[in-house]
């Protein structure tokens, strides 16, 4: 099941994607691919730490994709990420804005 949401969330993002309006993709322009990865984590993550828990179904799904995405990692992640990258402020920029972005 778990698997099913990360498709179906991986699905929704590529056909955004595909049809050129994903709000990604200029910050992922450009970028290592850990970096776009992690662009990707923190807009799931964004987007899944919002939803509303209404019943014990939509709780599991929540906490399947928060699991998925790795979600109670992502700032140690993130903080690798900007040490790995300390000398590409243009990298460390994206990363802030990715951070700092609603989805």
């Not at 969330?9 to 850990?34: I, N, R, T, V």
């Not at 964004?46 to 109670?72: F, M, P, T």
């Not at 903080?79 to 951070?99: D, F, S, W």
Request: hydrophobic share 40%.
């Amino acid at each position: 099941m778990r698997a099913l949401y990360f498709f179906a969330f991986l699905c929704f993002s590529a056909f955004y994607a595909a049809a050129g309006a994903d709000p990604l993709d200029d910050l992922k322009k450009d970028q290592p691919e850990d970096v776009i990865e992690l662009i990707d984590r923190l807009a799931g993550c964004n987007h899944w730490s919002g939803e509303e828990a209404y019943d014990a179904e939509r709780r599991q799904e929540i906490a399947e994709a928060v699991a998925d995405l790795k979600c109670e990692r992502l700032q140690k992640d993130v903080a690798a990420a900007r040490k790995r990258y300390a000398k590409r402020p243009g990298t460390l920029k994206v990363l802030q804005m990715a951070e700092d972005t609603s989805y």
